[in-house]
């Protein structure tokens, strides 16, 4: 059975192996019990039918991420989260700072079962 909880700072898939720690905030770092096999992590949501969702990125800034930079790695997440399961929605956040909140409409029209955060 896999569980999956979220606690504000990070989200947590949780097996009979024991808890695996993704996306914490604020750096985003994949991390596992023992911080050394993000591959774990893959594993379980390879094997796991229970993962409904998958954030890409977690507030990303305007002074750091321009806009083209994170379509291309909202583009490459999506694909890799859709060649494991068709039915995850994938969550896309806008970027934080001096940005239009439609920024990411166009983009993520053509993704199905994504959400703009």
């Known amino acids: 059975m896999t569980n999956i ?3 504000q700072t990070h989200l947590t898939i949780e097996n009979n192996n024991g808890p695996i720690a993704l996306g914490n905030s604020p750096n985003q770092q994949v991390t596992t019990p023992a911080d050394e096999n993000p591959e774990e992590a ?7 039918s ?5 954030q890409l990125m ?5 002074q750091y991420v321009p806009i083209d ?6 583009q490459a997440g999506y694909e890799a989260v ?11 956040s806008n970027r934080l700072g001096n940005a239009e ?4 409409l166009s983009f993520a029209r053509g993704l ?5 955060n």
């Open 5 to 7: 909880t979220d606690d």
């Open 42 to 48: 893959l594993q379980i949501m390879r094997s796991s």
């Open 50 to 54: 229970g993962l409904v969702v998958m």
């Open 58 to 62: 977690n507030e990303p800034q305007t």
């Open 69 to 74: 930079t994170l379509i291309k790695y909202y």
């Open 82 to 92: 859709r060649k494991y399961t068709s039915s995850a929605y994938v969550i896309l």
């Open 101 to 104: 909140n439609t920024q990411l």
């Open 112 to 116: 199905s079962r994504s959400v703009i």
